[in-house]
T-cell receptor, first 113, second 111 residues
Framework: DVKVTQSSRYLVKRTGEKVFLECVQD?????MFWYRQDPGLGLRLIYF???????EKGDIPEGYSVSREKKERFSLILESASTNQTSMYLC????????????FGSGTRLTVV | SQELEQSPQSLIVQEGKNLTINCTSS?????LYWYKQKYGEGLIFLMM?????EEKSHEKITAKLDEKKQQSSLHITASQPSHAGIYLC???????????FGQGTRLTINP
């Protein structure tokens, strides 16, 4: 069963901490994405990557960075966590040209206190 | 403002009733995707529409993309408790394989 795996379902971190959210896919997909989901706002794109060591800013990159050292792994980094980064974070992957859209992970609910 | 507008934002229907969720864009939709999300979980792909006038069905769920490719509707026939969840439309607005999403519609099915 192909899938996208996010390392943690729930995380609680303190303000100012550096936070790593990990995402691994086993489908050999070229594209990987990080979204955050907030009530009333839907999913908003933070960063995405079309290839290893490639990264592109999405709509709300401020306060975040990413790393893609291997094709299957895409990490989201909160350099200094703040309370307004409390959210549900969703990772997704897709083929370069794929009519089936994205495959999503189960999400990580991050709370920053 | 949202590039994709979904309506309604929430919907409560009696089990067995039909319902429709709409997704509207001011831009041409290169690809329109419907996803379902169970509360607190990831998104499950339902179907994808590309051509104007296209219609696809899976079990009791039908999705349509209008001729101008700027609006899509998701219709559920004879709703069941298993249909409850959040429905999101996602679209490629630039042909860049990067999806934007609507704010979601929360569907509750009452027995």
């Amino acid at each position: 069963d192909v899938k996208v795996t996010q390392s943690s379902r729930y995380l609680v971190k303190r303000t100012g901490e550096k936070v790593f959210l990990e995402c691994v896919q086993d489908m050999d997909h070229e594209n990987m994405f990080w979204y955050r989901q907030d009530p009333g706002l839907g999913l908003r794109l933070i960063y995405f990557s079309y290839d290893v060591k490639m990264k592109e800013k999405g709509d709300i990159p401020e306060g975040y960075s990413v790393s893609r050292e291997k094709k299957e792994r895409f990490s989201l980094i909160l350099e200094s966590a703040s309370t307004n980064q409390t959210s549900m974070y969703l990772c997704a992957s897709s083929r370069l040209s794929d009519s089936l859209g994205y495959t999503f992970g189960s999400g990580t609910r991050l709370t920053v206190v | 403002s949202q590039e994709l507008e979904q309506s309604p934002q929430s919907l409560i229907v009696q089990e067995g009733k039909n319902l429709t969720i709409n997704c509207t864009s001011s831009k041409t939709l290169y690809g329109l995707y419907w996803y379902k999300q169970k509360y607190g979980e990831g998104l499950i792909f339902l179907m994808m529409l590309q051509k104007g006038g296209e219609e696809k069905s899976h079990e009791k769920i039908t999705a349509k993309l209008d001729e101008k490719k700027q609006q899509s509707s998701l219709h559920i026939t004879a709703s069941q408790p298993s249909h409850a969840g959040i429905y999101l439309c996602g679209a490629d607005l630039q042909g860049a394989q990067k999806l934007v999403f609507g704010q979601g519609t929360r569907l509750t099915i009452n027995p």
